[in-house]
Structures are given as structure tokens and as C-alpha cells.
């Protein structure tokens, strides 16, 4: 079992940005697909923001693209999403996930793809 870790959620006003972290318990993560997801109060939780494993591309959904960006460290086992321009929209509880064993990462976000979750990080955006 792989263990998942978020940190780097806080508050930001509108228009800030903030860098969210994922370190995962095994190396081995550099070389499955990872997402980002987030939870909006009140709302099922939705993916933002997908990387395929081994230098793969990336992918988001259209509500964050061209504001954040996923990469990861591809020696290392820690994958990353930076925000930039956020609006009060993207509150929300943002985990990270991974496929067990696989690079690729399915065309939909769904969270039954992914194996291994996170417990989440805050993150809150005001006017």
C-alpha cells in the first residue's frame, strides 16, 4: 500500500496562487499516473489535474486550465500542482491520487481508476 500525503493548502485572496505538494511512501510513484482532485463543499469531488507516469504528458479540466499546472519529480516520488489566479471557485479539499502499476491515465477522471488517495489539504480562496 502506498501512502499519499498532501501539504501546501492555506488561504489566498483572489488572484493569489499557492503550490500544493503529494509525496507518496514509494519511489515508485515517478512511474504511475497521478491526479489531483478536489472536493467543493457540498459537491462530489471532481479531478483538476492528471500526469502520466514516466515523463508522460498532463492533462486538466477545462475549469482550471491555463491556471495550474501538475508536474511531478521524475527521480524522486513527489508530485506537484501549482495554482495561479485562483478564485473562490477553486475552495475545495484537493487530494492526490495514483494508479497502482500504471503510467497511463485514463481519458475521465474517475475515482474508482485510482488506487491510492491522500487525506487532503485546504485550501480557501476569498474576494
Known amino acids: 500500500q502506498v501512502q499519499m500525503m498532501e501539504s501546501g493548502g492555506g488561504s489566498v485572496q483572489d488572484g493569489g496562487s499557492l503550490r500544493l505538494s503529494c509525496a507518496a511512501s514509494d519511489a515508485r510513484i515517478s512511474r504511475y499516473c497521478v491526479a489531483w482532485f478536489r472536493q467543493i463543499t457540498g459537491k462530489e469531488r471532481e479531478g483538476v489535474a492528471r500526469?502520466?507516469?514516466?515523463?508522460?504528458?498532463?492533462s486538466y479540466a477545462d475549469s482550471v486550465n491555463g491556471r495550474f499546472t501538475i508536474s511531478r519529480d521524475i527521480a524522486g516520488n513527489k508530485v506537484y500542482l501549482e495554482m495561479n489566479n485562483l478564485q473562490p471557485e477553486d475552495t475545495a479539499i484537493y487530494f492526490c491520487?495514483?494508479?497502482?502499476?500504471?503510467?497511463?491515465?485514463?481519458?475521465?477522471?474517475?475515482?474508482?481508476?485510482?488506487?491510492?488517495w491522500g487525506k487532503g489539504t485546504q485550501v480557501t480562496v476569498s474576494p
Open positions: 491520487a495514483a494508479r497502482s502499476g500504471q503510467w497511463f491515465c485514463p481519458p475521465t477522471f474517475a475515482e474508482g481508476d485510482f488506487d491510492y
Open positions: 500526469i502520466f507516469g514516466g515523463g508522460g504528458g498532463a
